[in-house]
Nanobody
C-alpha cells in the first residue's frame, strides 16, 4: 500500500520561507510523477508544482513561479517544496500527490495517491 506523509507546514509571516517534505512508502517512488496541490478556505483545490518521475520536467502554477521550488530525491523517496517569499494568499492546506503515467501533471485526476495534507498559514 502506497503511503504519502507530508511534513514541514506551519505559520510564518509574509516574506518568510517554509520547506515541505513528502515521504513516500510502499511503492516504487522513481516511477511516480509527484506534485503539490493546495486548498485554501472556501476555494477549490489547485495545482502548485509538479515534477516528472526522473525530474526532467517541472511545472509551476503562475501564482508560485519564481518563489517555490519543487525537487525530489529518489534515493530518499521524498519530494520537497521549498516556499520562499510567502504571501498571505499562500495560506492553505498543502497536499502531496503521486501518480504513474499516463497523466497530466497539472491536474489532480491522474494522481492515484494523496497525503493527508499539511497546513501552511502566512500572516501579513
Amino acid at each position: 500500500q502506497v503511503r504519502l506523509v507530508e511534513s514541514g507546514g506551519g505559520s510564518v509571516q509574509a516574506g518568510g520561507s517554509l520547506r515541505l517534505s513528502c515521504a513516500v512508502s510502499g511503492g516504487t517512488f522513481s516511477s511516480y510523477a509527484m506534485a503539490w496541490f493546495r486548498r485554501a478556505p472556501g476555494k477549490e483545490r489547485e495545482f502548485v508544482a509538479g515534477i516528472t518521475w526522473g525530474g526532467g520536467r517541472i511545472y509551476y502554477s503562475d501564482s508560485v513561479k519564481g518563489r517555490f521550488i519543487i525537487s525530489r530525491d529518489n534515493a530518499e523517496n521524498t519530494v520537497y517544496l521549498q516556499m520562499n517569499n510567502l504571501k498571505p494568499e499562500d495560506t492553505a492546506v498543502y497536499y502531496c500527490a503521486a501518480g504513474q503515467p499516463p497523466l497530466v501533471l497539472t491536474t489532480p485526476q491522474g494522481y492515484s495517491y494523496w497525503g493527508q495534507g499539511t497546513q501552511v498559514t502566512v500572516s501579513s
